[in-house]
């Protein structure tokens, strides 16, 4: 091998510089996205496991947590009749959690109650009389990351469900997750593309048309349908959309717009933006020179605070309405004043059970609640009820009994001991759950009311809400 | 009659300004200690939480967060240079890139394990907005600090390296170093001057993202291809080239946002990198035209 004597001279040239500080920038990039940089934790390297926690344990970014205080509750005896002769010691369900990442201020409430969920469900003797585990990982809710999680969910810990997922992880990998037949019931995603795809079309028997996604949370098309429905009704006939240009953001944004057509509304202009700036402002200022009475925004939280700011300070005015992701006392907090009047439209966190969920959940910890973090609660039941009442911990059998566990008729539980119980005498039993019904369509897509909030100062003040009934007149695919 | 452009042009200068800031520090790191920092990102985000603390916990205002992020950036900053990439000075250009990287990862994700992922904002007065809407245009004081403090910036750095021996030093290793030691400059005082200023005012164009937007692990991260293409653009190694580079890097995104379809608004930065290859191209010393010098 020889040496490059003119090294030095090379580098001193503009294109050696070029070419030195490009390649640095992709090796830069590309270690930011394996390492985790944007808060990125190690690619999943390091899993949290949560059983028996009772909300105590509460995972930390990229720490090796082994839950304590574990009061073990295998095999309990004679109260799992249902176990047979698979019956394990343990039963694994992997959590691809946000722990880092633009998202990372959902995952807390996530964690509490899939570790409150865990605890009932161990208490109760576990399903198949097994000590139900959480193995959670860290995807930064970063496509590669998640697939790479995934991947060790299953493969290392032996996962015999999923329970996690968002929407700019599950529709690139769509193929990927299919080929894995393994149930994923997640609490996060509101995409569209779920809409037809996921569930297992109400034929359990047969599995070559399931698409194995389950979603405890209702999808964007319910809510922007009645986010449309609110604003219409209100009397703004003409909006702008200003939204980010990731899956979620973009994918709640063409919802909205056409929920928003199809009543009748027109959308005036919409601008995409990149995220990560500095200032928003040429966007926003490009964005109302057009003429509309309200506008929608859709960017993930510490952009639409930059946007938020940036259109307060240019006195843009107009009636706002936030995507139901911005729900977090972090934009109070940030831009409480500013955003002052703003309409937020979410799934409506107060399902059938969330009165009895409420409590236990403030008891568990300090999490501040959000949808998506009641919808975790009910996805870790139905998860442990399906493998209860499947008698093993096959995936497919697990699959298989989703639907059976939730869908109407029936005895109806609210939690894991109830449903133990009826299963265990023989009963069918539907699963109502804390955020909705949890009455899974063909699709794997549930169903349930819009509320629509003020921002203000001090918090978000529910206005009113939109009854799924009225709603599901709407929508036809779902 | 309104003005046309004219607001364009506003928040053009506002983003060129963020971006100046930085990338002064980043070429006379260049040009001076003939390395590529790409630590330089991360001294940026250290400088955004010196001053939210010196703003949320200190209760001092921004002028006094101003100076606490160069003076605390520009220490640590040094620090760094002295304890890792000092050790490194002979072993070339590309180790010390490469150390740069791994530098910038631990401490990004440092500064991510002791402050936490999420983004932290400053507790600031709401900005004041003046408008002009008979001429099209508004402007905020906030807006205004930011492109007033890059221009003093500027000047200083200008007066810094015109009329102080100091500075006249800096400008001489950089042309020539050997020549520079030849007759008799301590050109190891010199690094630590340009690693001191460099740091300092990445520390405070991380005060001013963090006003702007907030303060978290990979707030100077997500800035730094800007920096880097502002400094190519310019001339990398020239401070003027780049201060030059920031601001049409600025108003460039600002003209693409604004002139581009909506469908492809978000495209409008992508469209400034399309400009930067295509000046480079046809003159690859950038605007300054100068190669920088042998080390």
Redesign the interface.
Known sequence: MTECPD???A?????E??K??GV??V??TS??GC?????GGGGGDTATTAADTGGETEAT??TETEATGSTETEDTGGDTTTATEESPDKVVVGQPASL??KW??LQPAVTQSTDLAVSEINDAGGPLGAKFEISRRDTAVKPQQARQVVQQLLNNDNAVAINGLFSSEIVPLWDFLKQQTTPIVTPWPGTRFLDTRGGDKGTPEKMNDDGWVWRTVIGDTVHTAGAAQAMYENDFQNVGILNG?SAGERGWADSFQQAFENLGGTVT??????E????Y???L???FQADFDAWALAAG??DA??II?DW????YGKQLLLEDGLMDP?LI??VG??AEGAWIAAGSTQGPNYDAFKPKFSEAGDADIHTWGVAAYDATNVIALAIHRAGSTDPAAIEQHIGAVTREGGTTVSTFPEGKDALDAGDDINYEGAVTQVDFTQFGNVWGDVAVSTVSPDGFDEEFSIGADTLKQSIENY | MALPLV??LI??L??GS?VALGAVGFTLVYGLVDM?N?AHGEFITIGAFAGLVAVSTGGFGLPVALVVSFLVTAVVGWGIAQLIYEPLNDA???PL??TS?GA??AL??GM??VAG???R?LELP??T?Y?FDELGF?F?D?QMIVVGVALAAVVALHLFLSRTMLGISMRATADNEDLALVTGIDTKRVRHVVWLISSGLAGVAGVL?AV???A???TG?????LI?TAA?LGG?GSPYGAVVGAYLLGIG??LA??FLP?????F??TMAFVVLIAV?LVR???IVNQ?????
């Open positions: 090294a030095e001279d580098l001193d040239s503009r294109r510089f070029l030195a500080a640095s920038a090796l830069t270690l930011a390492v985790g940089t944007e808060g970014d990229d880092t990442g990372d201020f240009t202009k919409r601008v995409e933006v990149s990560g700036q500095s200032s402002q040429s966007s200022n490009v964005l939280l510490e605070t930059t700011r307060s300070a240019g006195g972090d907090e940030a004043e500013e | 607001q364009e928040f053009g506002v983003l963020f590529i790409f070339g250009p590309i890139l490469l990287i910038g990862l990004r994700n991510r394990l992922p999420s983004a904002y709401s900005p907005t408008r508004f905020t906030q993202l702007s937007r907030s978290n692990p990979s991260f997500d800035q730094l291809l880097l190519i990398a995104i600002s946002i604004t909506t469908a492809v608004s978000d409008g930065t480079l690859p010393g950038g190669e920088v010098r042998s080390s």
